[in-house]
Structure formats: C-alpha cells, structure tokens
C-alpha cells in the first residue's frame, strides 16, 4: 500500500509537534511494510505510515518483494514522495511485546499462504521442515544444482514443495521419507564396432551328409561312424527330409566371422541412478513414442480422458495408464497370431512324439545285447537284472501296444514289481502309450484361446515326459549292469595280480634263504659284498669299552689313530633324559626326517642341534671322550672361518634300507651316538687301499667305487682282511672314527637310525698321513679341499712344535 500525501503531510505536523514538545517518542517513526505504529498517547486509531520497497527479499529471509507476501506498486499509480525523518525508539506494550498489529505477528508462509512465518524464515514451521528435507534429500542423491535451479522463484519453490509434499508426505519423526523423482533426460550418440564369429549350420538327410563327407576327403563308411555319433549325442535334428530318409542333423558346413561398425543416439530418462520408465508428456516427446491412452488407441496427448479435469493438479496425474495386454500377446507387448502359435507347440509336441519311438527302440536293443552278453552273470547279479527286465517290459508296452486296455493288463502283470521302475503307479496307469499321443496332439490345433492352446499342449508334454523317465530308466539299469560286471573283472584282475606278487615274493623269499645257507657252508664266494659279510670271520676287533667309567681308566691307552666303541654311553643317555628340549628335537627329527626330499634321493638326512644350551651341553659330553686326541674350535682367524660352521652337534637318520659308502662328514673325524636303531659298519685306513689300487686308485671317486663294490673274496686276495675293522653299532652306544678313514655302512633291521654326531679336528698322533692322502686324491675344485689342507696344516704346525 502507498501512502496517501494529505495524511503524509499531517504526520509530517505531529512530528514537529512532538520535536517542539521535545519528546521523540511523540514523533514519526519509520517500519518497514506493513507495520502499523501507534501515536505517543497509545491510541490504536491513530493512522499508520507504510513505504514500498522495489527490490524483493530472499526467499530464506523476511517477506516482501515481487513475492506472494511482498508489496508492488500498480502501474500508472503515483509514486509518494519519501521524507526523512529520524528514526525513534521501537515501539513496545507495556509487558515488554510487540503490538498486536506489527508485520512479524501478520506475515503469512509464502507457500501454504495459511500459517504465520516462523521467525527469520519465509514460511511457518511446517513448510520449514518440507523445504529442509526436500534439500537435504536434493543433496543426498546429487541433485543440488537441480533444486537450486528449480528454485530461483517462489512460484517454482511452492511448486517443488507442493510436488514433494504430495509424494514424500512426513510418516512421523524418524521415519525416512520416499525418494524424490529428480528427473532428467540425456541423449547421447555412440560408434561401436562388433565383430561376430559363428558358424553356419545346415539340415542334411543321409545322403546329403554322404556327399558331404565325401567331398571333405572320408570314405563312406567314416561318414556312417560320423552319422551313428550324431544319433547317439542328440545333436539338434527334425524329420523333414526326403522319403525313407526323413531324420535330419544340423551340420556345421562353415565357420565365419563379421566386423560391424553400429553408430546411432541413445536417448533414456533416469531418476538419480537407476533406470526410469517413461511416465510424463515430456519424456514421451523426447524419446519420440506415442502414450496408449485409456479408453482408445490414439497417441495424442490431446485426447479428452475422463477425468481431464483434475489433469494440472500434479506432474504425475496426467500420465497414460496402458491397457492390459490381451491374452494373445506374448510378454513383450507384440500382438501374435494364435494359429503360428498354435501351430509352433504341435509341431513341437509331434517332434518329442516321433522321437520317442526311435529312442526307446535304441535303449531295448541295447538291454537286450547286455542281458545276452553277460548271461553268465544274471545269478551274480540277480537284483540288477530283475530291475532291468521290469523297466524294459514296461518301455515295450507304453511303446508297442495300440490301446490303453493291452497296456494296463500288462501293467497288471507286473504289480508286485512295480516298486523297480521310478514312475508312481496311479500316474501310470493315466499315461498314454506311443499310439494315443498323435491323437492328443491333435486336441491342440482344436483350441482356440491361448490357455487353452497351453494347457493342451503341457498335457501332451506331461505325457511324453513320463515315457522319458521310462526310456532313461532302462538306460541307467544297463549302465548299472555294465559298471557292475567291470567292477567285479577289476576286483579278479587285482586279486589275481595280488596273488601272484605275493608268490613272487615268497619263492624270493625262499631263495635267497637257499643262497645264504649255501654260502654259509661253502664259505665266502667271489661275488659276495663287504655289507653280506660275517663279522665273524674278519679277523681284527674293534677297541671296545662298556661304559664311558671303562673308558675313563683305559684313556691312556687311546691315540685316536684306530676307531673304538663305548657300549653303553651312558653321559648322553642321561643328558637325553634330564634334558627336555634335546629329547624332543630328537625325537622330532626321528619322525619326520623319512619325509624330506634327501632321505628320499639317498636315504640319509641330518641337521644342527637348535639352541646355543643345548649346542654346548651336548658338544661339552662329546668333548669328555675326544678332546684328548683332538685339535678344540679355532680361535677367530683363517682356520675359524672354515672349522666354525663344520664342528658343531647334529642330528643324523637313515632309512630302514641304506646304505652307505665314502668317509664321514667333510673327512673330519667323527664321534656318532646311535639313540635308536642299529647299523652295521666295516672301517678301512685310506692309505691301506690307495697302496692296493696302485694306479686304478688315482682319484677318490675310483677309491669310494672300489671300496663300495669291494667283495670279501677281493679282501682275501689283497691281504686286507685283517686291516678292515668291522661292527654292529646298536642302539645306546657311541662310536669313534678317525679322520680319512673310509666307511662302509648299512642300516639293520629295517629299522630307520636316530643319533646324535660332532665332528672333529685330528691331531697328528691321530693319522697325518691318512689326512695328507687323502688331501692328494681330492681334485681342486672340490669344496672339501681347503677343509684337507687346513686340517693337514695345523696337523703339521703341531707336530714341529712338539719336535
């Protein structure tokens, strides 16, 4: 509203009353539209000033503007002129409230146009909530630039509010509301290249596929294999070739391969991220469809609709609602001819029909050639072959028989049986046999509604099925009958080769018994080996102790220049059974070590002790018996380097079955406690067989060969017999070897070996000469080499020392 310039200048009067009264409460003051102020004595008739404002609020701010709350001028209407007076006080009541009649407690929503506005705000309480979750949800799904978009104006604010309103209404506090629709329409133009591989498949009776193969090089009998392969896989087929050939297969005749290049638009409507139906007038334009209206088939959006009326009140309302589908359309929305489609399932039907025939000839023919071919086995196997000739008299009457009254007498004659086959009796004597189904088939073509059409045609279909079950059936019982009779020649071919392997091992058995009670009394002969040798008729024996008290007293005695063997080692036996952990690694090793990789290869396995305690209570045990004669671990130098790594404890194994020829570990001398098992070892001073070789013993693989295939009578002959030391070391005891002395060892009883080994630097009163020799037969390359020469070195320092 304008002010009226008559009234206007009478304010302007009191307010210079009121400046000449000195009261500023008296005079004029200033609100802002649509606010009344009253004169300074309180009476509410005075009038009131208003002034128009040009430029609109904000939306989120206070009211006024080219909005629906706001003031404008008329045009033609006369601008007031506008007089600056000083601003007063705010007028407040008494209680300290605004006056009844001031613009904050008049304003109205400017979307519902009903409630007041809440404070700061443009519209009330309720339509607050509705604008901040139609926001956030804007926000949410990625639209936030849409809303701002569709709300620059209050007209398109109240628009999209009234919009979500209707369609995400509140369901109360902490109930999430609908989705909005945001929808937007996007064309877009594409350019792909395809490139498609195929083959090309042609019908061909059996002449056809003759000349076929014919002309891709088979002979005629090839194409008949070929022919019989595609009848028994069920490759793809129909019946419409030439007379007396009518079966025909789809042949592959050719491969290709096509490159396309496909370009074009795509045009689609979304909401947010998921695909969107076309449900407006602008989106059907866009995509270039025409709607189906209710009530008619014409495509214009023009056509009068019941209910036309009420079309503007939401964007969704006028959207067409499709006709349902008539009942001879498929699900795609395509009107289909019933005949084609009445004649597709006959055609279909008749096909499984004529099929059955054949294939069920083909499954009693192959019954029949098994029950001829394994009549031998029908006692055997009497269970298989009772279920097997129910389900084929069955297969023979649904297929041979013309009416329904000969194939239920036959189903009669079979009632206490009919527990073999798999179809239930009440369904049996429903079905139909070959004959009938033709005459079924034919009710198809009689129908004329689509249900009906269906409804025949899965009767036929029910039908043929149960003839299926019937044909597979038989087929699974001669398979089983088959798989039986293979079953039962495999369990006598493995008992029979069973058989003979046992006999092959006793007669093995009994021979080398003969053999060895032969050589016993005819004495050793040329082929015998060392490991087949008596220990008896070796003539030098080991040095021996029975404990390691025994040894003690005697220790002045041993030079550790010639082996020896403590009985019973009783220091490690006890250090075993107080130390925990030392018995267990041992008997962890014992095991496991069959298992590894090496012990397969060689059938030998070793590995340190873990533990530096363990390590130094067992070496310490070792050392009470060996460091008399032996040089201690180096000191940090040339010789630590090479002895560190090599002279420390570890757990040794062999398999039930090795054996073993060479020297003991790197050449040193050796000191081995046997915790279970036992072998038998035959020691030999190197120099003793270089000195017998001559010039075949140049090279330490000459020497280790002959000494493994080294016979007794051989021993004789070389007058080494009374230098070869021989023993069987069981379990408990502990064994001494000097270094460079060569072994040759076997495992007894079949039982795999378990100990404990260290190893040891020689001195020279235990054989320099053994060392130094065998120090010459390694080649250059070997790695034990260096190992030789340092131990031959200190051996050699010690002895011009003591000199």
Same mark, same amino acid.
């Given at each position: 509203q304008l002010c009226n310039p008559s009234c206007l200048e009478g304010l302007v009067a009191m307010n210079g009353e009121g400046e000449r009264n000195g009261s500023p409460d008296k005079g004029l003051r200033r609100e802002t539209p649509g606010s009344d102020v009253p004169k300074s004595d309180g009476n509410a008739s005075d009038p009131a000033v208003h002034f128009a404002f040009d430029a609109a609020d904000d939306l989120l701010g206070g009211g006024g503007g080219d909005g629906e709350g706001g003031n404008k001028r008329k045009i033609g209407e006369q601008q007031s002129p506008r007089v600056a007076q000083p601003v007063p006080k705010k007028v407040k009541t008494e209680n300290g409230s605004r006056p009844a009649g001031s613009s904050k407690a008049q304003k109205l929503c400017a979307l519902c146009e009903k409630e007041p506005c809440a404070p700061k705000f443009a519209y009330c309480a309720e339509c607050k909530k509705d604008v901040q979750s139609c926001q956030n949800a804007a926000k949410a799904e990625g639209r936030l630039e849409d809303y701002k978009r569709l709300t620059k104006t209050t007209a398109g604010l109240r628009h999209l509010i009234a919009h979500y309103q209707i369609n995400c209404p509140?369901?109360?506090?902490? @109930?999430?509301?609908?989705?909005?629709?945001?929808?937007?329409?996007?064309?877009?133009?594409?350019?792909?290249?395809?490139?498609?591989?195929?083959?090309?498949?042609?019908?061909?009776?059996?002449?056809?596929?003759?000349?076929?193969?014919?002309?891709?090089?088979?002979?005629?009998?090839?194409?008949?294999?070929?022919?019989?392969?595609?009848?028994?896989?069920?490759?793809?087929?129909?019946?419409?070739?030439?007379?007396?050939?009518?079966?025909?297969?789809?042949?592959?005749?050719?491969d290709y391969k096509l490159t396309e290049n496909v370009t074009g638009d795509r045009k689609e409507i979304s909401t947010c991220s998921k695909q969107k139906k076309v449900n407006s007038k602008e989106g059907i334009e866009l995509l270039g469809m025409k709607p189906k209206l209710r009530g008619g088939t014409s495509g214009s959006p023009d056509a009068k609709q019941p209910g036309a009326a009420n079309a503007s009140t939401s964007p969704t309302e006028n959207v067409p609602v499709p006709e349902p589908e008539p009942e001879n359309t498929n699900k795609g929305g395509r009107h289909k001819d019933i005949a084609r489609y009445r004649a597709s399932l006959f055609d279909k039907n008749a096909k499984a029909i004529q099929g059955l025939g054949s294939e069920s000839a083909s499954a009693l023919h192959s019954a029949d050639q098994l029950c001829q071919k394994h009549a031998s086995e029908k006692e055997n196997l009497k269970h298989f072959f009772d279920i097997l000739n129910v389900r084929v008299k069955l297969l023979t009457a649904?297929?041979?028989?013309?009416?329904?009254?000969?194939?239920?007498?036959?189903?009669?004659?079979?009632?206490?049986?009919?527990?073999?086959?798999?179809?239930?009796?009440?369904?049996?004597?429903?079905?139909?046999?070959?004959?009938?189904l033709h005459d079924m088939n034919q009710k198809v073509l009689a129908q004329e509604k689509r249900d009906g059409v269906e409804q025949a045609a899965n009767d036929v279909k029910n039908m043929v099925s149960i003839h299926s079950q019937i044909r597979n059936a038989v087929k699974s019982s001669t398979k089983d009958i088959e798989l039986a009779v293979k079953s039962k020649a495999k369990k006598a071919e493995a008992a029979e080769k069973k058989r003979k392997?046992?006999?092959?091992?006793?007669?093995?058995?009994?021979?080398?018994?003969?053999?060895?009670?032969?050589?016993?009394?005819?004495?050793?002969?040329?082929?015998?080996?060392?490991?087949?040798?008596?220990?008896?008729?070796?003539?030098?024996?080991?040095?021996?102790?029975?404990?390691?008290?025994?040894?003690?007293?005697?220790?002045?005695?041993?030079?550790?220049?010639?082996?020896f063997l403590i009985q019973q080692f009783d220091l490690m036996q006890k250090l075993l059974a107080d130390n925990v952990n030392a018995k267990c690694q041992l008997v962890n090793f014992g095991n496991q070590f069959l298992g590894t990789q090496i012990c397969k290869q060689t059938g030998r396995?070793?590995?340190?002790?873990?533990?530096?305690?363990?390590?130094?209570?067992?070496?310490?045990?070792?050392?009470?018996?060996?460091?008399?004669?032996?040089?201690? @671990?180096?000191?940090?130098?040339?010789?630590?380097?090479?002895?560190?790594?090599?002279?420390?404890?570890?757990?040794?194994?062999?398999?039930?079955?090795?054996?073993y020829a060479g020297f003991e570990d790197k050449g040193l001398a050796q000191v081995r406690y046997v915790h279970s098992g036992a072998r038998k070892i035959f020691m030999l001073n190197i120099e003793d067989l270089v000195q017998y070789l001559g010039k075949e013993g140049e090279s330490l693989a000459d020497v280790i060969h002959s000494w493994k295939n080294m016979s007794f009578w051989q021993l004789v002959q070389a007058n080494l017999r009374e230098k070869v030391i021989a023993v069987c070391q069981p379990a408990g005891s502990m064994l001494y070897v000097p270094p460079a002395w060569l072994v040759l060892e076997r495992v007894e009883n079949g039982k795999p070996l378990v100990g404990i080994r260290r190893s040891f630097i020689g001195r020279s009163t235990t054989g320099m000469s053994e060392v130094e020799c065998f120090s010459k037969l390694l080649p250059l390359t070997n790695s034990l080499k260096e190992v030789a020469e340092l131990s031959l070195k200190l051996m050699q320092n010690e002895k011009k020392e003591n000199s």
């Open positions: 509140s369901r109360g506090q902490g @109930v999430p509301r609908c989705k909005m629709d945001w929808v937007s329409y996007m064309e877009q133009a594409f350019s792909e290249e395809r490139v498609v591989t195929g083959s090309k498949e042609v019908y061909m009776d059996y002449p056809d596929y003759e000349v076929h193969m014919k002309v891709k090089g088979y002979t005629g009998a090839e194409a008949i294999s070929k022919w019989q392969e595609m009848e028994s896989s069920g490759t793809e087929h129909d019946f419409k070739g030439r007379k007396d050939f009518e079966k025909r297969f789809a042949v592959s005749v050719e649904l297929t041979n028989e013309t009416t329904t009254d000969g194939f239920l007498a036959k189903l009669d004659s079979l009632k206490d049986s009919l527990g073999y086959q798999p179809v239930p009796e009440e369904q049996l004597r429903n079905t139909l046999v070959v004959g009938q392997l046992d006999l092959e091992k006793e007669n093995k058995k009994k021979a080398d018994a003969e053999k060895a009670a032969a050589a016993a009394a005819n004495g050793p002969q040329k082929g015998d080996t060392l490991l087949a040798t008596d220990l008896k008729k070796l003539e030098t024996e080991i040095q021996q102790f029975s404990n390691f008290d025994d040894f003690e007293k005697n220790a002045k005695k041993v030079f550790g220049d010639e082996p396995a070793q590995c340190p002790v873990v533990g530096d305690e363990i390590q130094k209570t067992i070496c310490a045990v070792f050392d009470k018996v060996a460091s008399s004669f032996t040089f201690p @671990v180096p000191t940090p130098g040339e010789e630590a380097k090479v002895f560190r790594p090599l002279l420390h404890a570890a757990l040794f194994g062999g398999a039930g079955d090795m054996e």
